[in-house]
């Protein structure tokens, strides 16, 4: 089995930053994709930031150019740097990866707990 722990939220003002970082840990020999998605109360899960194991990125048009994603291979572990942070951003976020756990074997999709940004105006 492969776990994801996620750390770093928190309440910030409008206009702070945070870094939310996520961890891997078990059964893996690659992980094709990491990435960070938020849900708001009463709205669907959404894909805020990801990043392939080839560096390729891609973000929500709403965290363009405040948030910043990177993955450290080595460590199995994703980032993601928010900054200029506004209400609209709170959310819980999660980190989302998906997990190859032999050379030829099929890919499984994990998720973190979760972690709750708050982000007060």
């Known amino acids: 089995q492969v776990q994801l722990v996620g750390s770093g939220g928190g309440l910030v003002q409008a206009g702070g930053s945070l870094r939310l970082s996520c961890a891997a840990s078990g059964n893996i020999f690659s992980i094709s994709f990491m990435g960070w998605y938020r849900q708001a109360p009463g709205k669907q899960r959404e894909l805020v930031a990801g990043?392939?194991?080839?560096?390729?990125?891609t973000y929500a048009d709403s965290v363009k150019d405040r948030f910043t994603i990177s993955r450290d291979n080595a460590k199995n572990t994703v980032s993601v740097q928010m900054n200029s942070l506004k209400p609209d951003d709170t959310a819980v976020y999660y980190c989302?990866?998906?997990?190859?756990?032999?050379?030829?074997?099929?890919?499984?999709?994990?998720w973190g707990q979760g972690t709750q940004v708050t982000v007060s105006s």
């Open positions: 990043i392939t194991n080839g560096g390729s990125t």
């Open positions: 989302y990866y998906i997990v190859s756990r032999s050379a030829d074997g099929p890919s499984f999709q994990y």
